[in-house]
């Protein structure tokens, strides 16, 4: 490709992979003589469109769908159906999110709204084009699955964090369809939430979201536990000082 898209993510079934062509394009050639950020390389070009680019693991053979201009960080979850492949991610309508995480706007005390859709993009054989399905009307984003018991296989829950454009705080939230439960505490910004599984637990969602937070006025930061089915908190590991908000984390079982 002359100009490569923005990919910070993307799916992976037993048999397939799925990249997201969006049109947030680089620009390498501009890097040579510039002291400019990787970001600021990037050109949206909404006129280009978005494409899944569908990799058969086995053979090596590409087929390329045609959908909805739209600008993604995350994908969800992605699994085969008999012949077709299921691709599950989070869209944005454009990729104004960029500036709006930027340094100068967040400076400015300006919030940045994550809120992208839940999307499901069923690509049938033969490729064309693909039409978006709405899985929910909740936003949010840094999705997570109980991803050691159903990566890469059918799925019905996903948990994630929702910064609305009006407020610091965030919402950790639990989405099955339009089935939704939200944790929150009062000034404090939640990141993104890790699924624990319980040992030998009696469903692939029985277990513990873990996810770090930080005071939007005090030197605290806080672990919070929270029973994954409920949202409802187990405990609180408190620190005074204040830890920067992190992307992604595991955990180690100890």
């Known amino acids: 490709m002359k100009r490569s898209p923005y990919l910070h993510d993307f ?22 003589f510039s002291n400019r950020s990787l970001i600021e390389h990037h050109r949206w070009e909404p006129e280009q469109g978005t494409y899944l680019r569908l990799l058969d693991r086995q053979s090596g053979r590409w ?18 159906d008999g012949e077709d492949v299921v691709f599950d991610f989070l869209a944005y309508d454009d990729a104004s999110v960029i500036a709006a995480l930027g340094t ?12 992208p859709r839940y999307l499901r993009a069923r690509l049938r054989p033969g490729g064309g084009r693909v039409a978006l399905e709405p899985l929910s009307s909740q936003g949010f984003e840094f999705p997570a699955i109980a991803y050691r018991q159903q990566h890469g296989q059918p799925y019905s829950v996903v948990w994630g964090a929702s910064f609305a454009a009006t407020s610091w705080q965030s919402q950790l939230v639990r989405v099955e369809g339009e089935r939704v439960r939200h944790f929150e505490e009062e000034h ?39 029973e994954a089915e409920q949202m409802v908190p187990i405990a609180h590991c408190e620190l005074e000082l204040c830890l920067p908000l992190g992307f992604h984390g595991n955990f180690q079982a100890r």
């Open 104 to 115: 100068e706007a967040l400076a400015s005390g300006q919030y940045p709204g994550l809120t």
């Open 188 to 226: 404090m910004i939640f990141g993104e939430p890790i699924f624990v599984p319980r040992p030998h637990g009696d469903s692939p969602t029985d277990g513990v979201i873990l996810s770090v937070g930080c005071h939007q006025n005090e030197p605290l930061s806080s672990l919070v536990i929270l």
């Open 11 to 32: 799916g992976v079934s037993e048999r397939h992979v799925v990249l997201i062509d969006h049109p947030l394009r680089l620009n390498g050639a501009a890097m040579l």
């Open 63 to 80: 087929t390329t769908y045609e959908t909805d201009t739209c600008f993604c960080f995350h994908s969800v979850n992605c699994f085969d």
